[in-house]
C-alpha cells in the first residue's frame, strides 16, 4: 500500500500556512466543489443538453483547478505531491482496481437485468423519452452517433476526470497539510472530515441527475449511496493511489453504459418489447 511508502515531496509551505490562510483555502474548495452542482441544474436540468453539461464539467473539473494552480503556490505544492503518489507503483494500482472493477461491472449488470424485469412498462416507456429530450436516442444515425458518443465519454473519460477532481484536487484542497493523505487509520477527524466533505459534494451533483429520470426519495437514496462511494473511492486512493480509484470508478461507470446503450439500443441482456404501451 502506498500507505507504507516513504513520500519525499511535501507541501513546504504548509507549515507557513496561517489558521486564517487555512479557513480561507477550505472556502475556496468547498466553493469550487459546490460549483458542479449548479453548473449541472443549468446545463442538464434547464438546457436539456447532456454535451452542453459535459463541457460546463470539464471547466469545473480541469480549468478551474488549473487556474487556482497558477495562481497559488500552495496549490502546485500540493498537486506537486499527489503527482508523485500517482506515479508510484502504477502498474500495482491497475492490478489491484482492476479485479474489483470486474466484480462490480458483473454485480452491476446483473442488477440492472434482474430490476428490468419488476419495472413497470409504462416507466420504461417514460424514461426512454425523458432520454430522447436530452440527446440520447437511438432514431436517426446522428442521435445513435452522439448517443455512443456520450456513453463512451461517460466511460473512458469521466472516471479519470473526477477522480482527479474529487479525490484528489479537491480532497487535498480540503487537508491541512496534504501527508495527512495517507493518515485515514490514525488521524481521524484530520482525514475524515475533508473526505466526508468532498464525498457529499460529488454526491450532491447526481442527486440532481437521478432526479431528472427518478422519484426525488429515491435521488436522495442515490445520493446517500455515493456519499459512501465516494468515502471508499477515497480510501482507495489514500490506501493504494488514485489509479486504483479511478479504475474501479471506469467499472462503475460501464454498468452505466452498458445498461444504457442496452435500454436505448435493446441490445437483449434485459430486453423488454414495450410497443404496445407506447
Known amino acids: 500500500p502506498l500507505a507504507t511508502v516513504e513520500i519525499g515531496a511535501t507541501a513546504a509551505g504548509a507549515e507557513d500556512e496561517s489558521p486564517n490562510e487555512l479557513v480561507v483555502r477550505r472556502t475556496l474548495a468547498c466553493i469550487v466543489g459546490a460549483l458542479v452542482t449548479p453548473g449541472v441544474i443549468l446545463a442538464f436540468v434547464l438546457a436539456k443538453n447532456v454535451f452542453i453539461t ?14 487556482w494552480r497558477w495562481f497559488s503556490a500552495s496549490a502546485r505544492e500540493r498537486l506537486a505531491f499527489g503527482w508523485e503518489r500517482v506515479t508510484i507503483n502504477a502498474a500495482r494500482q491497475v492490478r489491484i482496481g482492476t479485479p474489483i472493477a470486474i466484480v462490480v461491472l ?13 419495472v413497470p412498462d409504462s416507466m420504461i416507456v ?5 432520454a430522447a429530450e436530452y440527446g440520447l436516442a437511438t432514431d436517426t444515425a446522428t442521435e445513435r452517433a452522439a448517443t455512443v458518443f456520450a456513453l463512451v465519454w461517460l466511460s473512458v473519460s469521466n472516471p479519470f476526470s473526477e477522480e482527479l477532481f474529487w479525490r484528489g484536487f479537491l480532497f487535498r484542497a480540503l487537508l491541512k497539510d496534504p501527508e495527512l493523505e495517507l493518515s485515514w487509520r490514525r488521524d481521524g477527524l484530520a482525514w475524515w472530515g475533508p473526505a466526508t466533505v468532498a464525498a457529499v459534494l460529488y454526491a450532491s451533483y447526481h442527486i440532481v441527475v437521478v432526479n431528472e429520470f427518478a422519484h426525488i426519495g429515491l435521488a436522495f437514496l442515490a445520493g446517500g449511496g455515493l456519499v459512501g462511494y465516494g468515502l471508499a473511492c477515497q480510501l482507495l486512493t489514500s490506501q493504494f493511489g488514485i489509479i486504483t480509484s479511478a479504475v474501479v470508478h471506469i467499472g462503475v461507470d460501464m454498468v452505466v453504459s452498458i445498461s444504457g446503450a442496452d435500454f436505448l439500443f435493446e441490445w437483449g441482456i434485459a430486453y423488454r418489447n414495450t410497443t404496445a404501451v407506447m
Not at 446483473?110 to 419488476?118: F, H, L, T
Not at 417514460?126 to 425523458?130: I, N, S, T
Request: hydrophobic share 65%.
Open 126 to 130: 417514460e424514461a426512454r423519452a425523458k
Open 106 to 118: 458483473g454485480a452491476g449488470i446483473g442488477a440492472y437485468a434482474i430490476a428490468m424485469q419488476v
Open 54 to 67: 459535459y463541457l460546463v464539467l470539464i471547466f469545473i473539473w480541469v480549468l478551474v483547478p488549473g487556474v
